[in-house]
């Protein structure tokens, strides 16, 4: 099945500014819009967003999502070392009745 | 707390049957949904299905459909992911998680699965 695309990788320098993106269609990213996960090496996936942009309890304001037309963005400010993680985005495809992944970003810190 | 506990790593030979756990507490385990995830080694995140403990409602994604049984107990927050014939290529971290407003938002610790004769 479809899923969403995500670059590869960003890297960026300490305490800098990366913008994460996710593409989907109107089917899922433009209809629901999307959730982003962190997962650092060896741990389970850990929420960093839901759909509306709203972050769980506990996460940084550091990190913040937004979503224009079928593209979903995740900004991460002041990088820190222990941002450097896969980042993947999710979210509902009404179309296939699925949920939908990303392709997944790793984000390196210099 | 809110957590999700998954059963341990296993090791099995190609054709054999298994069934991996995930209990849930510090909720209510019959309101949310209840998601399998697959990751294969190196690889990113893949849906296969989710569960409403509530009433046993199950959807598969097309790509597991048949491949895997996804069931739950209610009466012990158990939710359950088997196979009834194992492959080399089902080699992979399975983990569950809770969907709240359409996002994974509480994650199991995972089972590692490897399959190899």
């Known amino acids: ?110 | 707390e809110v957590q999700l506990v998954q059963s341990g790593a296993e090791v099995k030979k190609p054709g054999e049957s298994l069934k991996i756990s995930c209990k849930g507490s510090g909720y209510s385990f019959t309101s949310y949904w209840i998601g399998w995830v697959r990751q294969m080694p190196g690889k990113g995140l893949e849906w296969m299905g989710i569960i409403y403990p509530g009433d046993s409602d199950t959807r598969y994604s097309p790509s597991f459909q048949g491949q895997v049984t996804i069931s739950a107990d209610k009466s012990i927050s158990t939710a359950y992911l088997q196979w009834s014939s194992l492959k080399a290529s089902d080699t992979a971290m399975y983990y569950c998680a809770r969907i709240e407003r359409d996002a994974f938002d509480i994650w199991g610790q995972g089972t590692m699965v490897t399959v190899s004769s």
Do not use: M
């Open chain 1, 1 to 110: 099945q479809a899923g969403l695309t995500q670059p590869p990788s960003v890297s960026k320098g300490l305490r800098q500014t990366a913008t994460l993106t996710c593409t989907g269609n109107s089917n899922n990213v433009g209809n629901q819009g999307a959730a982003w996960l962190q997962q650092h090496q060896g741990h389970p996936p850990k929420l960093l967003s839901y759909r509306n942009n709203n972050r769980p309890s506990g996460i940084s304001e550091r990190f913040s999502a937004s979503r224009s037309g079928n593209t979903a963005s995740l900004t991460i400010t002041g990088l820190q070392p222990e941002d450097e993680a896969d980042y993947y985005c999710s979210a509902w495809d009404s179309s296939l009745s699925a949920y939908v992944f990303g392709t997944g970003t790793k984000v390196t810190v210099l």
